[in-house]
């Protein structure tokens, strides 16, 4: 996401400012005569007071909801039955206070995880799930199974409402952000291809609600200062590292990134001093990027903090437990998808009189080839037509080919990918151990092999029915943007991101977004 602008500007006192088009200059400026960071901040003020009452209100609903559910309504005739439901409520009350407590002090409505990948689901499920380990070593040690019945209730409930809840907020927040209101604007300071990867990276993450307003360029020379040309748009250059107090005071920009430090110790402390000053927000890139959180480590040698990259996952326990949730999901599709399969081969068979199945070798785990079960979409002798249909989609420099216009499509297998259908028969690759339910698609043999390191690094984990590509736009995704996303998964592959991923694939395929 980037703020676009034209060349009205000048050079003087290292700073480029707005000159006699007032039109063109307004993108850089606030779009109100108030500050852009007191809007914001009053806005975050109020985001986080909803959350507050959000939590709360779902918190007191599972508690209470919980209490009348295991002890139902109290009876009020004798002196007893209300001093046990006295005694109900001061547990309640108790449970209450202290989930509120437990959210707060694992900052799960802290702006720095709000609205930010799935880093504030994980800090409400281990606030709660720490609570709930104290409540029944409690319940164990007092022996009151009547009390951890009541708990069993409140735990899944609660849980629950508070994900829904944020999950909720989080949906406004994207609004928000995609109508262009309640942004952070950045001023990026770096060189020319760094400003371009990090406004790339922010255009791709456009739900997080960043936005490039400007760059800094350390060492610019004098009349050097030409807009760095972007796939989002041009970024104007507004002068070099020196100027960063006028470009904050002229964009009023909230946030100021440096893009791999260039500047120094001394000249970073320093920046953070004059930014501290003006309440801006310091964000440093170390240059690193495909990274997922649970990787990064922060490290403190003396005075120095460094950032240690942990290795992928690509063997030991997660493994072993990867693959025992492929074998759960792919029989249990398989027994629920199995008639759908059925119709479809019928279908299939109607067709053309062909067989009903595709099978096609494909590479697999540490470059094993295997054979890859699909209905069949296409005509009986597509793969003798493959180098034709590529010269008419003008793919015949593509890594990979796919085209919504197929001559070779069937009628019949038009409508499987669209829907998916013919990827069901996979389940039987997933079975046997060739394939995983969420991985790399599978590649056919020399496909991929001009790219550098893309082949070798998708042998580290099992291809999958669906990946992190079909849920980013599917056939529509460039190639670029495939590499990058398949190197992204071997990396950081995770269970909380294998489930996000099929999560999404159920969406994407329900949409038809993308599917050829």
Known sequence: MVAKATRPFSRSGGIRRPGADAQTATSLLPDSPHSAKDRRAAWLRKYHRGLVVTDLVIVVLAVMGAQFLRFGVPDTDTAADLSWTYINFIWSATLIIGWMVVLAVWQSRSTDAIGTGIEEYRRIVTATCWLFGAVAVGCLVSQAPSVRGYFAIAFPAGLFGLLL??????????????????????????????????????????????????????????????????????????????????????????????????????????????????????????????????RLRIRAVDTLPLLSLSKPRADGVALTGKRALDLAVALGALLTTLPVIVMAAIAIKVEDRGPVFFRQKRVGLHGEVFRIWKLRTMYVDAESRVSDARARAGQNDSVFYKSADDARITRVGRFLRRTSIDELPQLFNVISGEMSVVGPRPLVEGEGAGVANFVERRGLVKPGITGLWQVSGRSDASEQERIRLDHYYVDNWSPVQDAVIVWRTVRAVLKSEGAY
């Open 165 to 294: 809840g944020r999950r909720i907020w989080r949906a406004h927040l994207v609004r928000q952000h995609r109508s262009g209101r309640l942004l952070n604007r950045v001023i990026v300071i770096g060189s020319r291809p760094a400003v371009c990867e990090v406004t790339d990276s922010f255009g791709r993450a456009e739900r997080e609600g960043y936005t490039v307003i400007g760059a800094l360029v350390p060492g610019l020379p004098a009349g050097a200062n030409e807009d760095i040309e972007t796939p989002a748009g041009p970024i104007p250059v507004l002068g070099d590292e020196n100027s960063v107090k006028a470009a904050v005071t002229l964009t009023d920009a909230d946030t100021v990134l440096v893009a791999a430090d260039r500047l120094g110790h001394d000249r970073m402390r320093m920046l953070a001093w004059s930014l501290e000053s003006l309440g801006v927000e310091l964000l440093v890139s170390p240059g690193v990027a495909d990274v997922a959180l649970p």
